[in-house]
């Protein structure tokens, strides 16, 4: 790696330092099979959502666009409330039944990012738009206690550090802020510029070249990945958005900083940023797919149960079941989830094993445990399998 020798000391040389660093070039051998795995989970996704009814892609959107302004945030380190941040995205889209009572003000900026963007993807993106978004992730002006430059490109230096204070680790220091609006001129027409590669390769290239930049005081994480969805959207062509890669990046923190601080010490050839951005979009698409999935299997197991007599408990156990159900359903978990009695646990088990909703697992005796018929059914028929009986 090259080094830049100021003011006595040797370190490495930036990105932003090179000749015509935005020249950006990769190697088609490496990207060109990621691309095609990407782009295929991408249309298998968006394929099996045909089909899908108007109020389930509605209710599959709603989690999509909440999961991605929470996770974008979280990367942050900052926490927003799901139910709240569901609340905001259900009243934007005009989901009635699902808006609660919840008073949003505090994450309907995170929100208005995320929307504004995939709502508004074929907008041009301009400096005055993205200020408007700055100012909605900080409506006081401040980021924690310290007064910041809001809905303005920063005016003073600026280092990506970590580390405790007095042993601070500096990872990038980005572009002089003089350079700043010059470089985001170049930006925004590149940005609105027609694409000369996959929009799928732009949004990689979009996610690096404004990190890189990094025009603000803070923030500069979120709106890279609202510039990424945006670029995304254009790429389904749809201002719907079934999948996002922000859930991804928070699961897999540590490995997106490292390959973002490689390549802003790197050179013009991206082809390792783009590597892993494909990868993770690919994972993060078929993370989403499963997503989709579970949901669809829900609205099928809710649908086959209308006209079976079920008890308030009952109801409340099997919603879990077909959720995110930890371990494995028995008599006594579900005593202790309901509050009753291991005897009525037990009748309520026995009563949807009757009505063919429940079956019980192979292992018995005092570690018998249950699952849902339909769900063993799609088990069994995957791998060609019998299904036992009860």
């Known amino acids: 790696m090259d080094n830049l020798r100021i003011a006595g000391y040797n370190r490495v040389?930036?990105?932003?330092?090179?000749?015509?660093?935005?020249?950006?070039?990769?190697?088609?051998?490496?990207?060109?099979?990621?691309?095609?795995?990407?782009?295929?989970?991408?249309?298998?996704?968006?394929?099996?959502?045909?089909?899908?009814?108007?109020?389930?892609?509605?209710?599959?959107?709603?989690?999509?666009?909440?999961?991605?302004a929470i996770a974008s945030s979280s990367i942050e380190g900052i926490q927003l409330d799901a139910t709240k941040v569901r609340s905001s995205v259900a009243r934007r889209l005009g989901v009635d039944q699902l808006v609660g009572d919840a008073d949003t003000r505090d994450v309907d900026g995170a929100v208005d990012v995320v929307l504004d963007a995939v709502g508004r993807r074929d907008d041009p993106l301009t400096a005055e738009r993205l200020f408007g978004w700055h100012a909605a992730l900080f409506p006081t002006g401040y980021s924690n206690l310290h007064k910041i430059n809001v809905a303005t490109f920063r005016t003073s230096p600026m280092e990506v550090v970590s580390g405790p204070i007095g042993h601070e680790k500096v990872?990038?220091?980005?572009?002089?802020?003089?350079?700043?609006?010059?470089?985001?001129?170049?930006?925004?027409?590149?940005?609105?510029?027609?694409?000369?590669?996959?929009?799928?390769?732009?949004?990689?290239?979009?996610?690096?070249r404004f990190l890189t930049v990094h025009p603000f005081d803070d923030g500069n994480g979120r709106i890279a990945r609202a510039l990424t969805e945006m670029l995304l959207a254009r790429s389904d062509n749809s201002p719907r958005r079934f999948y996002s890669m922000a859930g991804y990046i928070a699961a897999h923190r540590e490995g997106y900083y490292e390959a973002i601080e490689r390549a802003q010490k790197g050179t013009p050839d991206v082809s390792q940023w783009l590597s892993w951005f494909l990868q993770a979009l690919k994972a993060a698409i078929e993370a989403s797919s499963d997503e989709v999935g579970a949901i669809l299997s829900r609205s099928a197991l809710w649908a086959s149960l209308d006209a079976i007599s079920l008890n308030e408990r009952q109801r409340k156990v099997l919603s879990l079941l077909t959720g995110n159900f930890e371990g494995k359903l028995t008599a006594?978990?579900?005593?202790?989830?309901?509050?009753?009695?291991?005897?009525?646990?037990?009748?309520?088990?026995?009563?949807?094993?009757?009505?063919?909703?429940?079956?019980r697992d192979a292992a018995g005796g005092r570690s018998t445990s249950y699952s849902l018929?339909?769900?063993?059914?799609?088990?069994?028929?995957?791998?060609d399998q019998p299904t036992r009986g009860d």
């Not at 095609?36 to 389930?56: M, S, W, Y």
């Not at 009753?340 to 037990?346: M, N, Y």
């Not at 018929?373 to 791998?383: L, P, S, Y």
């Open 13 to 68: 040389m930036y990105l932003h330092e090179r000749e015509n660093w935005t020249n950006f070039t990769w190697d088609d051998r490496i990207i060109a099979p990621l691309l095609g795995d990407a782009r295929f989970a991408q249309g298998k996704l968006l394929g099996r959502l045909e089909d899908v009814g108007f109020d389930l892609l509605r209710e599959i959107e709603v989690d999509s666009l909440s999961a991605e």
């Open 171 to 208: 990872h990038y220091e980005a572009p002089p802020a003089h350079d700043v609006p010059g470089l985001m001129a170049e930006f925004l027409a590149w940005f609105n510029a027609e694409p000369d590669c996959d929009l799928l390769v732009k949004a990689g290239l979009a996610h690096l």
């Open 332 to 359: 006594k978990k579900w005593a202790r989830l309901c509050k009753v009695s291991p005897d009525t646990a037990l009748r309520d088990i026995n009563d949807l094993i009757a009505k063919g909703i429940l079956k």
């Open 373 to 383: 018929r339909q769900r063993i059914d799609e088990t069994a028929k995957r791998n």
